[in-house]
């Protein structure tokens, strides 16, 4: 039996996005509350925070995310510009559209921006992927975790680690919920889509009768400030992703902010090998063929943390800590931070066979995003005949 409709009076859902790791997780939220019986009402706002074809649009396609209603267009800044901008240009839109509530994800400025603008003018967030904690609030998103969650209304968590650090903090348990991953959905619902890795090297204009893959191969992505924006980090780097590639060829996907200081420190020389590829950033279906066919995958990246633990595939994480222990204690991931010796041991072991296999971690299961949808609408339902009697 269809059951009412969502009242008009009660607003849309404002669904923001601002950078790739968001698009991933947005993709699915956005299907399930159209699929939710009855449909939540959503608009896609884009900060602007990410905007090359590379970045943005690429992903949009493979995602199959719609166009955005609204982009804010910030763009490239310092923090405290970037932050300040999409604020200011997301106020406006919250008094246009009197949303029912704001659905921000994960941890990037946009996150923060929005959820502040929302709460101090009494419009609910829900923070998806709320909870995550590296303990090293010298990463901008740990403080863009810490602050959005305080403020947020619902918080959406991927493991149970997450409902622990929250209560940690002080935030009462009936805001939190264990929903499981939405980017393991995106990452299940589109797994058979993905490109294979000899296509995506083609595009990039590599050469395969000179890069050879069918030995196996490594995936890399490095983009983390510390990790790329001091020659002292990324030197050290890029000679031991070197020394890696004599051992197993390295597919390289650069991220601009790397790119740029690999040229600013004239470190260029460090990535000149046959055995290494550089691509442009990579589409999601492309990188995604990338990781599960590949040995294994070097990235200091959050998500691939996740994916590479769905896939199988072992995980070495150059950095110190992780806000994703799932992923170690039950997943294939291994932190080996920016210790050269540590690197080169765990990749010999990996190619001697002695790589983490692990196990898909609980509600990783392709519908975090349905549970999310069905949650939300009976919170907002319940929130608005509250309001409806008052
Ligand atoms: C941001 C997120 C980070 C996420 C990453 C994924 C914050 C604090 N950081 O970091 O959590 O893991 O996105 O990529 O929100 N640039 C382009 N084209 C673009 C976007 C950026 O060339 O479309 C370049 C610009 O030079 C820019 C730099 O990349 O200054 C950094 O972009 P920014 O959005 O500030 O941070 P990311 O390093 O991408």
């Given at each position: 039996m269809k059951r009412d409709p969502?009242?008009?009076?009660h607003g849309p859902v404002l669904c923001v996005v601002g950078a790739r790791p968001n698009f991933t997780k947005m993709a699915p939220i956005l299907r399930a509350l159209a699929a939710h019986d009855p449909v939540v009402p959503a608009l896609l706002v884009h900060t602007g925070q990410h905007y090359d074809a590379d970045m943005n649009d690429r992903l949009f396609v493979d995602l199959k995310l719609?166009?955005?209603?609204?982009?804010?267009?910030?763009?490239?800044?310092?923090h405290a510009v970037q932050t300040a901008e999409v604020m200011r240009r997301f106020e406006p839109v919250l008094d246009a559209h009197s949303p029912s509530c704001v659905l921000v994800v994960g941890d990037v400025n946009s996150t923060l921006a929005c959820t502040l603008v929302a709460v101090k003018k009494g419009v609910p967030v829900a923070h998806v992927e709320a909870g995550l904690r590296s303990f090293d609030r010298s990463m901008p998103e740990e403080i863009n975790r810490v602050l959005t969650d305080q403020i947020a209304d619902l918080l959406y968590t991927t493991e149970r680690v997450a409902l622990a650090n929250l209560a940690q903090e002080g935030?009462?348990?009936?805001?939190?919920?264990?929903?499981?991953?939405v980017m393991i959905d995106s990452l299940l619902a589109n797994r058979k889509l993905a490109i294979p890795p000899e296509e995506s090297l083609r595009r990039g204009g590599i050469d395969l009768t000179a890069f050879d893959i069918a030995q196996g191969y490594g995936v890399v992505t490095l983009h983390r400030p510390s990790n790329v924006d001091h020659e002292a980090a990324l030197g050290p780097l890029l000679a031991v992703l070197r020394e890696v590639s004599e051992r197993l060829p390295l597919v390289f996907a650069l991220h601009p902010r790397t790119r740029t200081n690999i040229e600013r420190f004239a470190l260029t020389a460090h990535m000149s090998s046959k055995r290494i590829a550089i691509l442009p950033p990579q589409g999601y279906l492309e990188m995604l063929g990338l990781m599960a066919g590949a040995t294994l995958v070097l990235t200091d990246s959050g998500g691939m943390q996740e994916e590479t633990t769905a896939l199988g595939v072992p995980c070495l994480t150059m950095?110190?800590?992780?806000?994703?222990p799932i992923t170690i204690e039950q997943g294939t991931n291994t932190l080996v931070g920016r210790d050269v010796d540590a690197i080169v041991r765990e990749v010999d072991a990996i190619l001697a066979g002695k790589g983490k296999r692990g196990r898909v971690p609980e509600?990783?299961?392709?519908?975090a995003a349905e549970r999310i949808a069905a949650h939300l609408a009976g919170w907002l339902a319940r929130r608005h005949a509250r309001m409806d009697t008052e």
């Open positions: 969502w009242p008009s009076a719609p166009l955005p209603d609204i982009n804010l267009e910030v763009g490239s800044g310092t935030v009462d348990a009936s805001r939190a919920h264990f929903v499981g991953n950095r110190e800590n992780t806000e994703r509600l990783w299961d392709g519908r």
